[in-house]
Nanobody, 124 residues
């Protein structure tokens, strides 16, 4: 089974930046759309950003629009989430996933299982 491994989280202050990475164990994932989700304590998991197979289409949740940027490097089979101007409300465990399209990822319809995620903590 294909595995996705998230990394890059950490403890930062409000206004700082972080770059998350999601590496896939198989190159075939370049045929899939990819997305980033997050789950804060006591809340349900929510989609944050998604990117199409070729990278030409992206989508962002309103809460992160203008601050976060999703990108992918198909040569490295990796997806990134650049997070700028971080806020305390961005504190969560961040997960990546793959799916058919940005539309299905927005609906939470993913392939495979969730990885272990990477913790992002933003202090005020």
């Amino acid at each position: 089974q294909v595995q996705l491994v998230e990394s890059g989280g950490g403890l930062v202050q409000a206004g700082d930046s972080l770059r998350l990475s999601c590496a896939a164990s198989e190159r075939t994932l370049n045929t899939r759309a990819r997305g980033w989700y997050r789950q804060a304590p006591g809340k349900e998991r929510e989609v944050v950003a998604a990117i199409s197979r070729g990278g030409s289409t992206t989508w962002y949740a309103d809460s992160v629009k203008g601050r976060f940027t999703i990108s992918r490097d198909n040569a490295d089979n990796t997806v990134y989430l650049q997070m700028n101007s971080l806020k305390p409300e961005d504190t969560a465990v961040y997960y990546c996933a793959m799916g058919d399209s940005t539309a299905t990822l927005r609906q939470g319809r993913i392939f495979g299982s969730w990885g272990q995620g990477t913790q992002v903590t933003v202090s005020s």
